[in-house]
């Protein structure tokens, strides 16, 4: 594991036990795959496309989206 899936796996650790989290999503840029493979290491699981304008508004990108639910666990 990376420097990127431990952070993102402690900070939904502390989430959990500090707010109750019980959900999780998380969306990327189908172009850029490294952030979907982080998000899979951290547990989370496919479920769709979507798409999200950048900053400016001015460009539209297609995105894949994720998400893990209540007990589920890596």
């Known amino acids: ?3 990127t ?4 796996l402690r900070m939904m650790e502390y989430v959990r ?3 109750g989290a019980e959900r999780f999503v998380a ?5 850029n795959p ?10 989370l699981h496919f ?4 798409e999200y304008s ?9 995105s894949k989206i994720y998400e893990l639910n209540g007990g589920e666990n890596k």
């Open 1 to 3: 594991m990376g420097y």
């Open 5 to 8: 899936t431990e952070a993102t």
């Open 17 to 19: 036990e500090k707010h």
């Open 27 to 31: 969306e990327h840029a189908e172009a």
């Open 34 to 43: 490294a952030s979907g493979k982080v998000i899979e290491k951290c547990g």
């Open 47 to 50: 479920v769709g496309y979507g």
């Open 54 to 62: 950048g900053y400016d508004g001015k460009k539209t990108f297609r």
